[in-house]
């Protein structure tokens, strides 16, 4: 049973600095696990933000930035405004068209 | 604009089956694939597998093995989940999600969600 494990939960201060990360159970995230990273708000769908670790799409703010860091993939959030108070997945490519989500980062901004 | 709008809410018996569609527009049907997605209350994202519109081929988690059936219909540009044997646990919001089949391509859009409620 593969695992995906991020952070339970966050707190960052506005215009702060905060970096999620996204491990895998069977080892090193790497480029090939293509990282795939969402944000929820309470009742709305996902909204897409970075993806094969690092790309932004065209809705993306640009204080969002994706990287692999220390053999995890990562969202960083730079310059963080209120309005970024939400949960964030990351998403991770397992081969066979498999994919696995991680359980979930409830980020507060406080 | 893309856009990806799925049925209505539902509620059904435990062991029935619940069928959800997805009608996609704004892109050409066939050239991306279509992930479904639930969410229980309360918890995260779960990811139930993929279809190819274009030949119709499909990959289920294996949680999901023998109760899920993905399908489509190219003449509308829809996609169907369906799920059998429904239990209490499947309880949860189902979305559909344009992605990848396993490549540097980023999920991108998504319906709005289906509630699926499982109740005696």
């Known amino acids: 049973q593969t695992v995906v494990t991020q952070e339970p939960s966050l707190t960052v201060s506005p215009g702060g600095t905060v970096t999620l990360t996204c491990a895998s159970s069977t080892g090193a995230v790497t480029s090939g696990y293509y990282p795939n990273w969402f944000q929820q708000k309470p009742g709305q769908a996902p909204r897409a933000l970075i993806y094969s670790t690092s790309n932004k799409h065209s809705w993306t703010p640009a204080r969002f930035s994706g990287s692999l860091l220390g053999g995890k993939a990562a969202l960083t959030l730079s310059g963080v405004q209120p309005e970024d108070e939400a949960e964030y997945y990351c998403?991770?490519?397992?081969?066979?068209?498999?994919?696995?989500f991680g359980g979930g980062t409830k980020l507060t901004v406080l | 604009q893309v856009q990806l709008v799925q049925s209505g809410a539902e509620v059904k018996k435990p062991g029935a089956s619940v069928k959800v569609s997805c009608k996609a527009s704004g892109y050409t049907f066939t050239s991306y694939y279509m992930h479904w997605v639930r969410q229980a209350p309360g918890q995260g994202l779960e990811w139930m597998g993929i279809?190819?519109?274009?030949?119709?081929?499909?990959s289920y988690a294996q949680k999901f093995q023998g109760r899920v059936t993905m399908t489509r219909d190219t003449s509308t540009s829809t996609v169907y989940m369906e799920l059998s044997s429904l239990r209490s646990e499947d309880t949860a919001v189902y979305y559909c999600?344009?992605?990848?089949?396993?490549?540097?391509?980023?999920?991108?859009?998504w319906g709005q969600g289906t509630l699926v409620t499982v109740s005696s």
């Open positions: 998403l991770l490519y397992y081969g066979g068209a498999l994919w696995v």
């Open positions: 999600a344009r992605g990848p089949y396993g490549s540097s391509s980023g999920f991108d859009y």
């Open positions: 279809i190819n519109p274009s030949g119709g081929s499909t």
